[in-house]
Structures are given as structure tokens and as C-alpha cells.
């Protein structure tokens, strides 16, 4: 079973644009692997918390991604 684990900073989807998202990886899947693969794609959408990521040892906020 294809499985995608996507991170994204949150509150930065609309449920419009999550579908979208959901839909292009589950649509490149089905390019690699076949339509097979299409009705057993797994995509996991997971929301970060402001300041839940860092680079190379330094926060990323809202601020430092500019979305403040």
C-alpha cells in the first residue's frame, strides 16, 4: 500500500486546498505504480504547530516563514 506522510505548517490549508493536495499525491502514486495502487493510497496530512519545526538547529515560526 503507497503511504504518504506530508507535515505542513498549521492553519495554512483550506479543506479545499487539503483535498487538492490529498488528490495530487494520491494521483502521482497511480502515475508510478498503476490505478491499482490508486483505491489503496494512504495520505496522512499532519498540521505543525507555530514553531513545532527548526532547520538546522533554529526555529521556524510564523514570523521567520513570513506568515505573520
Known sequence: MPFANLKVPADTLTPE????LQDAVTDAFAH????????????VLEEVPDGGWS????????EVLGRS
Open 32 to 43: 508510478v505504480y498503476g490505478e491499482r495502487a490508486r483505491p489503496n493510497t494512504l495520505v
Open 55 to 62: 532547520l538546522g538547529g533554529a526555529i521556524l515560526n510564523a
Open 17 to 20: 486546498s487539503r483535498k487538492k
